[in-house]
């Protein structure tokens, strides 16, 4: 079984990378393919994210999908 403690914890580090990725490309002018770049990694962070919380919400039911 999924141990919530450590699924919560996974999300709250994710939540923060993704917090200091958006500062680092926030203070910084792009180019073209670095913009595309910066979106890119942000896109791939959320998706990381999403399947954390995923994660996490299932371990808080009591279930466990480990996939």
Partial sequence: MKDGRAEG?????????L???MAQYGDTTLDGESLEVSISDRIEKCKELNELLDSAHD?????NNDS
């Fill in 59 to 63: 371990a808080s039911q009591g279930r």
């Fill in 19 to 21: 917090k200091q990725m």
């Fill in 9 to 17: 914890e996974k999300v709250a580090k994710a939540i923060e990378d």
